[in-house]
């Protein structure tokens, strides 16, 4: 099977977490952080990335969620990425 690439650009996530958003202060969050990561985007591995973007989505969880422990995650191509979780 070969693997699909998904088409997207940063409009489109910016569109998905707005929606996602149920206060302006979420909103305001998520899209100034979406802001933060695409401009660090050149300097950051593909896995990076990814796992930037999805901390921005944990953001939008309820506050008895947490996001994952750092030491439980493995290692990225880039030894500090200083994410944002």
């Given at each position: 099977m070969t693997p699909?690439?998904?088409?997207?650009?940063?409009?489109?996530?910016e569109t998905?977490?707005?929606?996602?958003?149920r206060t302006p202060a979420e909103k305001s969050a998520v899209l100034h952080l979406l802001q933060v990561t695409r401009e660090m985007s050149p300097y950051l591995s593909k896995l990076d990335l990814l796992r930037e973007i999805?901390?921005?989505?944990?953001?939008?969880?309820?506050?008895?969620?947490?996001?994952p422990n750092a030491e439980h995650l493995r290692p990225s191509t880039i030894a500090a990425s200083g994410g944002t979780c």
């Open positions: 699909t690439t998904l088409d997207w650009n940063w409009d489109y996530l998905v977490f707005e929606d996602l958003a999805i901390c921005i989505g944990l953001v939008l969880l309820p506050e008895n969620d947490r996001p």
